[in-house]
């Protein structure tokens, strides 16, 4: 299949206003690869952080940012079973998704939901895995815990509460705005915190805490922590990661969990099919269905990353591809 596709194209590292659109030649797959038609990009904080270069992970110039998609299988290599062209399908990505078209191997695949829409689809893997894989193998979240989520408004956030709600846990979500408040509150949240007012930490003990935000809030919401706690470091939106003196530690008896949930599988094949099973069975369930808060035309790729950067956005952003 000869011809072109549109992407938007990072050509050097920076700010979002960077992304320019391209054409870009469509290549030949491999046998065990898939092409698939995009109409919908999630957009996520990574790529922010990939487009300036902060990101662990360091594609080299020029490239496409985008790590979750919906769309339709146009193609599939010879190699390839189980899925074929027409099926509707959900892909992560490790970069790409920004674009018309993608080309996927089939691990990376997972069946799209039919009530579901091209942007709610787009909208669900990152957050979903990121999600369970905090609260389920990294967190060890039970039944009858409380769970205090930072950044509860955001993508992860957002996640984080409909899942932890769904595990048995009392939910507790710091937000900063009403909007994302009742947006917690509608995703299973027993309570919402906002985190502007004086004191609410003293109010709280969680038995776990999931912490996309780090800065400052790190600091203001530690206290809310209770002894043997368990705080999961996901990420550091709100600034530099936080640097806890160890004697804090100590005197909780907590713990300081890492969660990294894309090198899940990559690291460990066996902790990957689980995490490949519960969003499948999530998927087939209808459950997990992410809030789009906002939507974008593939062009709008920047403002879109502008919207995350300038914590303007409730849930998910995506793009419109097609
Ligand atoms: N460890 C992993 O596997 C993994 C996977 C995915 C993402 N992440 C990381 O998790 C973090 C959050 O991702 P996300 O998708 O949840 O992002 P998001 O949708 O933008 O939500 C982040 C939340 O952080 C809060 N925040 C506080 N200060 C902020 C600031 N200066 N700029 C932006 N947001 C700020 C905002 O909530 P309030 O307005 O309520 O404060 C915002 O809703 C990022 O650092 C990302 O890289 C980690």
């Known amino acids: 299949m000869s011809g072109s596709y549109r992407a938007m194209l990072c050509p ?13 030649p469509r290549r030949p797959l491999q046998a065990d690869e898939l092409r698939i038609a995009v109409h919908a990009a999630g957009v996520n904080f990574p790529d922010l952080l990939q487009v300036a ?28 079973t189980g899925w074929q062209p027409g099926d509707a399908v959900i892909a992560r990505l490790r970069g790409g998704g920004y674009a018309t078209e993608a080309i996927v191997t089939a691990d990376a695949l997972l069946p799209k939901p039919a009530g ?61 705005s009403p909007e994302k408040r009742a947006a917690a509150q509608a995703a299973g949240a027993a309570e919402t915190i906002d985190p502007a007012l004086p004191g609410w930490q003293t109010a709280v003990q969680a038995h776990a805490v999931f912490d996309p935000v780090g800065g400052t809030l790190f600091d203001a919401a530690w206290k809310a922590l209770a002894p043997g706690g368990r705080w999961l470091v996901v990420g550091f939106a709100g600034g530099e990661p936080p640097r806890p003196p ?19 599988g990559r690291r460990n094949p066996a902790a990957g099919r689980r995490l490949d099973a519960a969003l499948t069975d999530w998927l087939v369930g209808g459950e997990g269905r992410p809030l789009v808060g906002g939507e974008y035309r593939l062009e709008e790729a920047a403002a879109a990353l502008q919207a995350l950067a300038g914590r303007r956005a409730t849930g998910k952003l995506v793009l419109r591809c097609r």
Not at 12 to 24: D, K, S
Not at 53 to 80: D, N, S, W
Not at 249 to 263: D, F, H, M, P, S
């Open 246 to 264: 160890a004697n804090r530690l100590l005197l909780k008896e907590a713990e300081l969990i890492g969660v990294r949930a894309g090198e899940q």
């Open 53 to 80: 270069g902060r990101y662990q992970h360091k594609p080299a110039l020029p490239f496409v940012p985008g790590m979750e998609a919906a769309g339709t299988i146009t193609e599939c290599g010879p190699a390839v």
């Open 116 to 176: 579901w829409s091209w942007q709610e689809a787009a909208a669900f893997p990152v957050a979903a895995a990121t999600a369970w894989v905090a609260l389920v193998p990294r967190g060890r979240l039970q039944a009858g815990e409380t769970l205090l989520v930072l950044g509860a408004g955001g993508g992860t956030g957002l996640a984080a509460v409909a899942l932890g709600a769904r595990l048995g846990a009392r939910v507790l979500a710091v937000a900063s």
């Open 12 to 24: 050097r590292l920076g700010p979002p206003e960077m992304l320019e659109p391209a054409g870009l």
